[in-house]
């Protein structure tokens, strides 16, 4: 009996060691739960401010004062030019009083006249050229369209633009049909115009030699000027037996051409 009571104590001390061991392997490992994902909020917009409007204003002061710069420079160049034109006159007075014989001062004096008369011939030039395109200039932008009425206006008002009755001499010149209105702007294109193309072409000797700023009256020109020799003769302004010249220069144009013009009655 006591060999069976170690028996079942030893069998029941296997089950304990096998339960212990099932027991160890069988038992659940614990695993944490995974963290929860913290969504990141999407950034939130920025308003962007719309640019402010610039405001474009017309600066009217600026641009009269301009134009009373520009007149001012253009009068004190001419003041100058008359002060030079008046020296020049009383040089050539002196100039008898002057002896040449001196091979020093003549040298001298040929270099410098010259260089007088390179400068001459190219305002002689130049003159008539800014002036004809100053002309041309206006006239254009008195027949294109101006954004304001009052702007437009002003320019067809103008006096060089102003279409005027003028005398049948003045449009035989021009080739211009009988009661046709002229400006100023337009006889003084036609005439430098038929000055310019004789020069250029040579098919009528208008050239003065030595002096660019001066041209003959020949070809068309000589019928003109006839007629305006007869208009200076009814109104005094030439004494019988006086005729005009028969040379004369650019700045001489319009008082001659005036006398086409008819007087308008207000």
Not at 28 to 35: S, T
Request: positive net charge; hydrophobic residues 35%.
């Amino acid at each position: 009996m006591s060999s069976s009571t170690a028996t079942v104590s030893t069998a029941s001390k296997k089950t304990t060691k096998s339960a212990a061991k099932t027991s160890t392997a069988t038992a659940p490992v614990a695993v944490a739960p995974p963290a929860p994902v913290v969504s990141t909020p999407a950034p939130a917009p920025v308003a962007v401010a719309a640019p402010t409007p610039v405001a474009t204003e017309t600066n009217t002061t600026a641009t009269t004062t301009d134009a009373t710069v520009t007149e001012d420079a253009s009068l004190k160049l001419l003041e100058q030019f008359n002060d030079f034109t008046d020296s020049l006159n009383e040089f050539t007075k002196n100039m008898k009083n002057v002896t040449f014989s001196n091979r020093e001062v003549r040298t001298r004096f040929d270099a410098i006249f010259r260089r007088f008369s390179k400068a001459s011939a190219q305002l002689s030039i130049t003159y008539p050229e800014l002036v004809s395109k100053e002309l041309l200039s206006a006239e254009k932008n008195s027949k294109g369209k101006s954004s304001t009425k009052k702007t437009t206006a002003n320019k067809d008002n103008a006096a060089v633009n102003k279409k005027l009755p003028v005398d049948d001499i003045l449009l035989s010149f021009m080739g211009l049909p009988a009661s046709t209105q002229v400006s100023r702007s337009d006889a003084l294109k036609a005439i430098t115009g038929y000055v310019k193309t004789a020069k250029q072409t040579g098919t009528v000797d208008v050239k003065v030699e030595g002096n660019n700023r001066a041209f003959k009256i020949a070809g068309k020109l000589q019928p003109l000027f006839k007629g305006i020799e007869k208009l200076m003769l009814e109104k005094g302004d030439l004494k019988k037996g006086e005729t005009v010249p028969d040379k004369i220069t650019y700045i001489q144009i319009m008082k001659y051409m005036s006398y086409c013009f008819k007087k308008v009655e207000a």
